[in-house]
């Protein structure tokens, strides 16, 4: 496979027991993921509630053979509303989630029967870079080679699912709406 338009993704992923405070939120934006069943590719549309178009995406992530902090390659393309409204509709599973902006955090809060996962990722330019990085004070644990809490994996899980994996991690969130 060729990695010609690709680019290396290095990101590291924290749990976290909560959302942080408001006041060091800088952006807030609504992402709806849809993995599409049978590939490797995310159709994405995210809104900046600060904007009035939201940005929509194709993204294809080739996973990287080891664990750590390069996740792999990842290819994106934007698209127009239209492009996305024809590949909206192919089977997926549907990811729903929050994200604050806290620099240098994207901070995710997921919804539905994922409702009380709060994720923490940051990406990283080097190898270096990531390494480097210390853990944000409130992780609860480090899950960057966790399988379980990437999206393609979190689409498609249940609450129970959610509820063993977060024990794991001495976690227990509260029940969805």
């Known amino acids: 496979m060729s990695d010609k338009y690709a680019h290396v993704e290095r990101e590291r ?5 909560g959302p942080p ?6 952006a807030t934006r609504r992402i709806t993921d849809r993995y599409l069943d049978g590939t490797r590719l995310r159709l994405r549309i995210m809104a900046d509630l600060a904007e009035p178009e939201p940005v929509r995406k194709l993204t294809q992530k080739i996973p990287a053979e080891k664990p750590g902090p390069v996740q792999g390659l990842i290819t ?11 590949l909206a509709v192919l089977p997926a599973a ?5 994200r604050l902006s806290v620099p240098p955090l994207g901070i995710d809060l997921f919804d539905g029967p994922l ?3 709060v994720l923490a990722e940051v990406e990283f330019d080097t190898d270096e870079a990531a390494l480097a990085f210390q853990p944000p004070g409130a992780a609860v644990a480090e899950v960057t080679g966790d399988p379980r809490f ?3 994996r979190l689409a498609r899980a249940g609450r129970a699912e ?3 994996w977060l024990a794991e991690y ?6 969805p709406a």
């Open 13 to 17: 992923r924290f749990l976290l027991a």
């Open 21 to 26: 405070p408001p006041d060091v939120v800088t």
């Open 76 to 86: 994106t393309t934007y698209l127009s509303p239209g492009e996305y409204q024809v």
């Open 94 to 98: 549907v990811l729903t989630k929050t």
């Open 115 to 117: 409702l009380g996962l």
């Open 150 to 152: 990437t999206g393609g």
């Open 162 to 164: 959610l509820l063993d």
């Open 170 to 175: 001495g976690l227990e969130p509260g029940e």
